[in-house]
């Protein structure tokens, strides 16, 4: 008896010292499944305060940096859809008929953030153009924007600020596409370019294959050959998903994924050690398409998000001679350094709506920005 009750002891302060033992101490970490930045060490050189308050950090790094953290969310999670069908997770929320959503929060509401990000983007733009070389600005809307009526009862939400965030950019004379529009015209012809579980925020092939024709079609402005994808340029099949991205939740959902006919060659390699890059936001690649290249395709800088580094790369790889990627968060406010490294024959810079925000571009950056 006095061995198994050591054996239940040993058990219990096992389970207790587990998470501690597991803690992660790694700086400048992004969690996939909040989607976010963890608290860094507020002991450490890379802390920066969010709160104010050193009590307040301390909780919150320990929370983010628990052992078994995402195990343990996936745990409540499931068991909550299953006794509940509730979406308890730091992430998704459930909306109506099944959808999947990222968690909407507060309202955003058009402001100084948005005012100066309008005035950046024209500063990118008469960067680019005192050089000869054509500018693009993206937007591209959020799942939330295009599925509104899918949300869960009870949930409102407002997009208002974007038309006065485009109306800055009318003002300022910025070139730019958004795609907004588009998606909700598919949408109402009964075209999935949101899936309706597995991506809770992005578009996925099929969407990105029309998003990223109307940049080729806007594009051809100043390059009039510059080839617009048709579906004949890919091989479409349909992926099973059995898991939430960035989550092991368990879905049963097919999605279409396209693959481009014609291969491109990528040169990564040669340059990803000499690119400096933010330290959270580091995606690099840098391709070729032989056959654009032999019909004379200009090389493009893209400054670009998740919906383009997830899905729409595959794209613009297949209409550009040369498809220079740099993570746009954080990265665009040294876009002379990225420009003169490698000499392009046009900029763009893509971003999605819910990334409009001080953590994915610095306010304080941008205003002393100055190219």
Request: charge should be negative; hydrophobic fraction near 40%; glycine fraction near 6%.
């Amino acid at each position: 008896m006095k061995k198994i009750r050591m054996a239940i002891i040993a058990m219990f302060a096992a389970a207790l010292l587990a998470p501690v033992i597991a803690f992660n101490w790694e700086e400048n970490v992004v969690s996939p499944i909040d989607n976010r930045a963890l608290m860094n060490n507020p002991f450490g050189e890379n802390y920066d305060s969010e709160s104010g308050s050193l009590l307040s950090d301390l909780s919150a790094y320990v929370e983010d940096r628990i052992g078994f953290r995402d195990e343990m969310i996936l745990g409540y999670t499931v068991l909550n859809d299953r006794l509940f069908h509730k979406m308890v997770h730091p992430t998704y929320d459930y909306g109506e008929d099944g959808y999947v959503f990222f968690k909407t929060g507060r309202n955003v509401r058009f402001g100084e953030f948005h005012q100066e990000f309008a005035r950046f983007i024209k500063e990118v733009q008469d960067y680019c153009e005192e050089r000869d070389v054509p500018f693009l600005f993206v937007f591209n809307p959020a799942k939330t924007t295009v599925l509104s009526e899918k949300l869960r009862k009870g949930i409102h939400y407002d997009a208002g600020w974007v038309q006065e965030f485009l109306a800055c950019l009318d003002e300022l004379g910025v070139n730019y596409v958004d795609n907004t529009p588009l998606m909700e015209e598919k949408t109402a012809e009964g075209e999935a370019v949101f899936n309706q579980v597995y991506n809770a925020g992005h578009w996925n092939d099929l969407g990105a294959f029309y998003g990223c024709n109307a940049i080729l079609s806007r594009l051809q402005t100043f390059f009039p050959d510059l080839h617009v994808n048709t579906m004949e340029d890919y091989t479409v099949t349909q992926r099973l998903n059995t898991s939430l991205m960035v989550s092991e939740f368990p879905i049963h959902e097919y999605e279409p994924v396209f693959e481009p006919v014609d291969p491109v060659e990528e040169v990564t390699e040669q340059y990803v050690s000499e690119v400096d890059m933010d330290s959270q936001y580091r995606t690099f690649r840098y391709l070729k398409n032989p056959r654009r290249m032999a019909e004379g395709a200009p090389r493009v800088l893209s400054f670009q998000g998740s919906y383009m580094n997830g899905m729409g790369y595959k794209f613009l790889e297949n209409s550009f001679g040369e498809y220079i990627i740099v993570h746009a968060y954080q990265n665009i406010f040294n876009l002379d350094y990225y420009f003169n490294m490698f000499q392009p024959d046009c900029v763009i810079f893509e971003t999605a709506e819910y990334t409009l925000t001080d953590d994915y571009y610095d306010l304080e950056t941008m205003k002393e920005t100055d190219f």
